[in-house]
Nanobody
Framework: QAQLRESGGGSVQPGGSLRLSCAAS????????MSWYRQAPGKERELVAS????????EYSEAVKGRFTISRDDAADMVFLQMNNLRPEDTAVYFC?????????WGQGTPVTVSS
């Protein structure tokens, strides 16, 4: 059973930074397309950033482009999300997703709160 475990969330003031980590187990990690999603209270889950399995091509939502950076370490079976210049509207639970064809796995999420 594939497992994803996020960490690194917390509370930060506007303009601050956080680095989220997602550790994968029981998957052939290097084959998976990895993404970060977030869900704010009362809103639908939305894609924040993704990175492909081969070549590591990255994509970002317009809301975070230029502030967030996704990266992966296939040797460690981990994906990261560096979040800089955080804004109150970035407050949400952040989820890690691993996708390979029809297979899709989710973590439990890690909360991020941006508030002064």
């Amino acid at each position: 059973q594939a497992q994803l475990r996020e960490s690194g969330g917390g509370s930060v003031q506007p303009g601050g930074s956080l680095r989220l980590s997602c550790a994968a187990s029981d998957v052939t990690f290097r084959l998976y397309h990895m993404s970060w999603y977030r869900q704010a209270p009362g809103k639908e889950r939305e894609l924040v950033a993704s990175i492909t399995d081969i070549g590591g091509k990255v994509e970002y939502s317009e809301a975070v482009k230029g502030r967030f950076t996704i990266s992966r370490d296939d040797a460690a079976d981990m994906v990261f999300l560096q979040m800089n210049n955080l804004r109150p509207e970035d407050t949400a639970v952040y989820f890690c997703n691993a996708q390979f064809g029809a297979l899709s796995h989710w973590g439990q999420g890690t909360p991020v709160t941006v508030s002064s």
